[in-house]
T-cell receptor, first 112, second 111 residues
Framework: DADVTQTPRNRITKTGKRIMLECSQTKGHDRMYWYRQDPGLGLRLIYYSFDVKDINKGEISDGYSVSRQAQAKFSLSLESAIPNQTALYFC???????????FGSGTRLTVV | GENVEQHPSTLSVQEGDSAVIKCTYSDSASNYFPWYKQELGKRPQLIIDIRSNVGEKKDQRIAVTLNKTAKHFSLHITETQPEDSAVYFCAASRNTGKLIFGQGTTLQVKP
């Protein structure tokens, strides 16, 4: 399903480096979300956006920033990566009128 | 803040048996409760959902029940098969807002 595309799929980076994870979608959805997945902790919300001018912090936004460049693009940045940001990151989209999420394929990030 | 607790964290059943996963939510304004299945190495996929105006919903071998008073909802899988083995997540939200997920349940179905 190429409706929600995340790049890169895998990335290894060093502590202190800046890294950007990208998400683009062709579904025409207004609402976009970034989650991280850690074993035993489920999916935790980092940031979300209801449109280009509306950005909101989630439950674990510290150490992260986002940019909604267009309706179809929502990027997540780690300004200075640290090892405990090693996780699987998912982007998701949702239409204003539809309750279901569509997830991207995920980005596996390792900070060494 | 908003919170969703999910139990058990792991569940092992014999093929053909039933499996039940339970979740509790804290935000009484939540009105949408989906369940996602995540197979190894793949993205979560929506398998069933329920809204607060309904107490139960079924789709073939899976069903979800909701108790708004107790703020509990549960996933029931009957006649389990090996391909049901996966991680299952419950979630809750207000309308089409952000989803808050439970911690996940790893279901293993033994042949």
């Amino acid at each position: 399903d190429a409706d929600v595309t995340q790049t890169p799929r895998n990335r290894i980076t060093k502590t202190g480096k800046r890294i950007m994870l990208e998400c683009s979608q062709t579904k025409g959805h207004d609402r976009m979300y970034w989650y991280r997945q850690d074993p035993g902790l489920g999916l935790r919300l980092i940031y979300y956006s209801f449109d280009v001018k509306d950005i909101n912090k989630g439950e674990i936004s510290d150490g992260y920033s986002v940019s909604r460049q267009a309706q179809a693009k929502f990027s997540l940045s780690l300004e200075s990566a640290i090892p405990n940001q090693t996780a699987l990151y998912f982007c998701a989209t949702r239409a204003e009128s539809n309750y279901g999420y569509t997830f991207g394929s995920g980005t596996r990030l390792t900070v060494v | 803040g908003e919170n969703v607790e999910q139990h058990p964290s792991t569940l092992s059943v014999q093929e053909g048996d039933s499996a039940v996963i339970k979740c509790t939510y804290s935000d009484s304004a939540s009105n949408y409760f989906p369940w996602y299945k995540q197979e190894l190495g793949k993205r979560p996929q929506l398998i069933i959902d329920i809204r607060s105006n309904v107490g139960e919903k079924k789709d073939q071998r899976i069903a979800v029940t909701l108790n708004k008073t107790a703020k509990h909802f549960s996933l029931h899988i009957t006649e389990t098969q090996p391909e049901d083995s996966a991680v299952y997540f419950c979630a809750a939200s207000r309308n089409t807002g952000k989803l808050i997920f439970g911690q996940g349940t790893t279901l293993q179905v033994k042949p």
